[in-house]
């Protein structure tokens, strides 16, 4: 088994000029109502990104956050998610600058580019300015883990990758709360039912993850469990991804592994450690799988399924609906790329509505070419219809630049 950085190969991170911002969040994020999809859109052909509201009772889509992301900050998707109040839109972004650094060498003084991360905060349906916090606390080039943004009781939690040490952001007052682990072992945080759950490597060896939670008084990292690698070669496990689904209403959480001849296996483990691996009985024979999420009774659990098509240049993206106590495996096809599965299963994320009634995904991590201009959209599952209808809203025009905010 290969010695390598589970927090970097599982998570097939994207390094962005320098590592600025490792955004991955390509998942839509629902209102806690259920009522409205905040997703991320883009248009290739005219390197714009931005972030946008559906509202599932009037079908207008608004666009909250666009920004033309050209030369160095091409790449710079922004990530966003609902805040736990249902009355802000949270929107991490990363943009370029050139600055004056001194070179320790030539004793000159050198132009470069470096990055910063922003995070702005939207108010929805409600008055109030949008805030524009640029993260400074953050050197220069530094690097963020945005899987998605965690936000807990009004205060947003980064991981800074290659060391350990994290941000606490009230969004509230902005001020910050910055904490250096002496161990070094880099974070990834999650929101696990409103609480902040993290992921880091093992203390002993780096192939293994260690899962806890993080206290936001003192934030103090209290380990729960650490799941062994080696201890998963038997099942056939080689690799796992480090995209986790939470219980509603239980303490067991689900993450992708790889196995042997592409057909993936789930990893399903509780506060103590791994409860099983599930290999879900799929009606194809070759596939990868993308982010899980729990249905809202624990008994299926839905995901993202990458499977070949007749042509072996398009990759097929479906629903999937799987048992977790075993049994076949429904695929409901919603969009086709044609990329290969190894290089997208990051790239179309799917994400519940917390009725647990709809599914949400969009393209906006497909590059120009990878996604036909047709297939380009928020996509809508309905669960509750037996054929699993699939609808495709539109991606809104791009909001001109310029809105004012209040920096800081």
């Not at 990878?370 to 809508?380: N, S």
């Given at each position: ?30 209102s806690p109502d259920s009522s409205k999809v905040l997703f991320t859109y883009r248009n290739p052909q005219t390197d714009q990104c931005g972030v946008a509201v559906y509202n599932r009772a009037t079908g207008a889509v608004t666009s909250l956050f666009s ?342």
């Amino acid at each position: 088994m290969d010695k390598r950085n589970p927090l970097h190969t599982a998570l097939g991170i994207i390094g962005l000029l320098g590592a600025l911002l490792y955004v991955l969040a390509c998942r839509p994020s629902w209102s806690p109502d259920s009522s409205k999809v905040l997703f991320t859109y883009r248009n290739p052909q005219t390197d714009q990104c931005g972030v946008a509201v559906y509202n599932r009772a009037t079908g207008a889509v608004t666009s909250l956050f666009s920004r033309e992301f050209t030369g160095n900050d091409s790449h710079y998707i922004p990530s966003a998610v609902w805040a736990s109040d249902g009355r802000r839109a949270i929107v991490v972004w990363g943009e370029t600058q050139d600055i004056k650094k001194k070179n320790t060498a030539t004793r000159e003084t050198d132009t470069v580019t470096a990055g910063w991360p922003h995070v702005q905060v939207f108010p929805i349906g409600v008055k109030g300015e949008t805030r524009d916090i640029k993260l400074r606390d953050f050197q220069p080039d530094d690097a963020i883990y945005v899987l998605p943004p965690v936000e807990s009781q009004g205060k947003l939690y980064l991981g800074k990758t290659g060391v350990g040490a994290f941000m606490q952001l009230d969004l509230k007052s902005g001020k910050k709360k910055l904490r250096d682990l002496e161990d070094e072992r880099e974070l990834i945080f999650y929101n696990r039912h409103g609480r902040v759950a993290y992921a880091r490597e093992g203390a002993e060896s780096s192939d293994d993850l260690e899962f806890g939670a993080l206290d936001p008084r003192n934030l103090r990292l209290h380990a729960l469990f650490t799941l062994k690698k080696q201890a998963l070669v038997p099942y056939g496990v080689t690799d796992y991804e480090v995209l986790l689904a939470f219980e509603p209403h239980g303490a067991r959480l689900a993450m992708p592994a790889l196995g042997a001849d592409q057909r993936d296996m789930i990893l399903i483990c509780n506060d103590g450690g791994l409860e099983r691996v599930l290999k879900p009985e799929m009606p194809v024979k070759a596939y990868r799988l993308g982010n899980l999420e729990w249905s809202r009774d624990g008994k299926t659990l839905y995901g993202t399924v990458i499977t070949p098509t007749e042509n072996e240049k398009i990759r097929q993206y479906s629903l999937a609906e799987i048992p977790v106590e075993g049994g076949p495996v429904r695929l409901a096809p919603i969009v086709r790329s044609t990329i290969s599965a190894d290089d997208s299963w990051m790239q179309f994320q799917i994400s519940l509505s917390p009725d647990g009634e709809t599914i949400a995904a969009s393209t906006a991590h497909f590059d120009k070419g990878d996604v036909a201009p047709a297939g380009r959209g928020l996509f809508l599952v309905d669960l509750r219809d037996p054929h699993r209808k699939v609808t495709r809203i539109q991606y809104p025009p791009m909001q001109p630049e310029g809105e004012k905010t209040s920096k800081e």
